[in-house]
């Protein structure tokens, strides 16, 4: 069985009425467009406001040993502004992929 277009019927004159219009369309609010940037992001405390793990001391077989894990802590804090660099640009490619 074939369908036939219906000429006549109410989605034929709404195709015919809106067909040649231009501008934005799906926006019922007719709400403007929104900037987002990176001032809108508000990173502090971001994920629980990490901060430096403080030195070890253990005691093995009677003598104290001092582990500086406050050593690491500057690196850590560059790998995790890199981290958050990488995600922001992946988070762009994902939006405007499209």
């Known amino acids: ?27 019922p609010d007719n709400v ?25 001391s253990v005691s093995i077989m009677g003598q104290s040993i001092s582990l500086p ?4 802590c500057p690196h850590l804090a560059m790998l995790g502004q890199v981290l958050m660099a990488v995600t922001f640009l992946l988070c762009a490619r994902i939006v405007t992929r499209g």
């Not at 467009?33 to 070890?56: E, H, M, N, R, Y």
């Open 32 to 56: 403007d467009a929104v900037d987002v940037g990176p001032s809108q992001f508000d990173q502090t405390d971001l994920l629980g406001g990490g901060g430096c793990i403080s030195d070890l």
């Open 1 to 27: 069985m074939l369908c036939a277009l219906d000429a006549s019927g109410a989605d034929h004159s709404l195709f015919d009425a809106a067909k040649g219009k231009t501008g934005v369309f799906n926006n």
């Open 69 to 72: 894990f406050s050593n690491v």
